[in-house]
């Protein structure tokens, strides 16, 4: 039974991805009932079963948002079922994404190798999803959690299992600007600035990285983030407690050496310098 399921999550999962590339989703109900026997298979006791239903409900939940459903008046008309389908699921991914998060930093103790393992596949599969999900302005404030979750995993990325760093990463690379513009994301905007600055000022020349691409990649969400940034952003970085002097000069010398635009420098520069008292 097991390894059936597993099989048909794997085949639906890899025939809505190809729908969503080719533009051949059609029936939208179908879809749902897909979604819902799905998010049913996240709460088996398999750990394979999950594994493979967390990675389907990526794809599906994509596919649905990436139709135009102004154009379509049956996807249009599941709009309401689908949005608390991905609110439930983007939930659960960020429990999941939490979990591992706690396991890192020695909240959870006592547990088997194989119950580590579970939980890290499990963290992984949630962001490789996610990678996915958030590519579409949906569920706000569920993407919000998740997305702060995540940035608590690549804050850990002395700790965390390898597998997930790089999914978590790559799941913050995702969100547009839009996503990053909405109120429930101002404080992790500023939250995923002082991340990334921590993490490369703390980097040394010829210093092993937890993955080959590692400083790369926070490198490009460094600079995602500062060329979506505005005065009150930089305002809140500034007023951050963590955010120490060395971390100010930091980012001076890397604003100096990256083309992020002339109106990013000036922002950062003018803030800083109405900031300047108080720190």
């Known amino acids: 039974r097991s390894l059936f399921i597993k099989q048909a999550l ?79 699921v983007i939930s659960i991914f960020a429990e999941k994404i939490k979990v591992a998060v706690d396991l890192c930093q020695g909240d959870l103790v006592g547990l088997s190798w194989k119950s580590r393992s579970t939980i890290n596949k499990h963290a992984w599969g949630s962001c490789y999803s996610l990678s996915h999900i958030l590519r579409m302005p949906v569920a706000e404030e569920a993407s919000a959690k998740a997305v702060g979750h995540i940035l608590k995993c690549v804050a850990s990325y002395r700790e965390i299992n390898t597998k997930v760093l790089a999914s978590a990463v790559s799941a913050l690379k995702i969100p547009p600007e839009l996503l990053w513009s909405t109120r429930s994301f101002i404080e992790l905007k500023c939250r995923g600035l002082l991340t990334c600055v921590c993490i490369l000022s703390e980097i040394r020349p010829y210093q092993k990285l937890r993955y080959i691409s590692f400083q790369a990649d926070i490198k490009l969400l460094l600079m995602k983030l500062l060329r979506i940034a505005n005065s009150y952003d930089i305002k809140m970085l500034l007023q951050i407690e963590e955010f120490q002097n060395e971390h100010l000069q930091w980012c001076y010398l890397f604003l100096s050496q990256v083309d992020v635009g002339r109106k990013i420098f000036e922002i950062f520069a003018q803030s800083i310098h109405e900031c300047m008292p108080m720190r």
């Open 10 to 88: 794997l085949a639906v999962g890899n025939l809505v991805q190809a729908a969503t590339v080719l533009g051949t989703a059609q029936e939208g109900e179908d879809l749902v009932d897909l979604c819902n026997a799905t998010v049913g298979c996240i709460y088996d006791k398999n750990e394979k079963i999950i594994s493979s239903a967390i990675r389907t409900l990526g794809h599906i939940i994509y596919c649905y948002h990436s139709v135009d459903v102004s154009s379509n008046s049956e996807w249009a008309s599941l709009r309401e079922t689908m949005l608390k389908i991905s609110e439930q």
